[in-house]
C-alpha cells in the first residue's frame, strides 16, 4: 500500500503462482489511498473458470488523500479490472476491511461486505454488495461516533439457514471494542 511509483505513494500489489512466479503486479491509480492495503478472493465472477479478486484503496485523511475510496475487482487470470466499485464519502475508508460472505441474494456468486469504518464521523458502516448486480443488499451502520464499526468483518452463521456478518467495533465500550453478529438475509 506504500509502494512509491512516480513521485506519489500509490501501492502496488503482485500476484504469484504457487511457484512464486510473478504473473501480474497492479498499481493504485489514486495517490496516497493505500492500494493493496486489503484484498480478497472472489467467486468466478467473468466466468472463465478462474476465481477473481478483490483489490482496495480506502485512503486516509481526508488532508493527504481527497477524493473517494475505490475497490477494483479484478479478473484472477489476466488482472485486468472487471469492474469499479467507488465512495463518495470523503475519508470513510472505504475498503478498511473486505470479506466474501455467503450468497445472500440466491445469485450463484457469493457477495462482498465491505467496511467504511471512518463513515460519519467514524460511527462507521458496512454494506454487503451482489458480485453479480452492484447492488446493496445490506447497509449496517454505527450509531456511536468514533466506535469504527466495520474495522475487521468476517462471515458467520449457517449459509442456508442463518447467514451473517461478525463486524468489530474498534472502539467501543470505554474504549475496549466490540464485537457484533448481525443475521443477514
Do not use: C, K
Request: hydrophobic share 40%.
Amino acid at each position: 500500500p506504500a509502494a512509491l511509483i512516480g513521485g506519489s505513494y500509490r501501492g502496488q500489489l503482485m500476484v504469484a503462482s504457487a511457484t512464486g512466479r510473478i504473473l501480474y503486479t497492479l498499481t493504485g491509480e489514486l495517490p496516497d489511498h493505500q492500494f493493496g492495503i486489503m484484498a480478497t478472493a472472489l467467486d468466478d465472477l467473468d466466468d472463465d473458470g478462474i476465481p477473481d479478486l478483490a483489490v482496495s484503496a480506502p485512503g486516509g485523511e481526508v488532508a493527504s488523500a481527497p477524493g473517494g475510496s475505490e475497490i477494483q475487482l479484478i479478473s484472477g487470470a489476466t488482472g485486468e479490472r472487471l469492474r469499479l466499485l467507488t465512495s463518495s464519502t470523503d475519508g470513510e475508508l472505504y475498503g478498511r476491511m473486505l470479506a466474501l460472505v455467503d450468497d445472500l441474494d440466491d445469485d450463484g456468486l457469493r457477495d462482498l461486505a465491505i467496511g467504511a469504518p471512518w463513515f460519519d464521523a467514524a460511527a462507521g458502516r458496512v454494506e454487503v454488495r451482489s458480485l453479480r448486480t452492484n447492488r446493496v443488499l445490506v447497509d449496517l451502520r454505527g450509531s456511536e461516533p468514533d466506535s469504527w464499526l466495520g474495522w475487521h468483518i468476517t462471515r458467520a452463521g449457517d449459509a442456508a439457514t442463518s447467514p451473517g456478518l461478525v463486524v468489530s467495533r474498534l472502539h467501543d465500550h470505554e474504549g475496549r471494542g466490540a464485537i457484533e453478529i448481525h443475521e443477514v438475509r
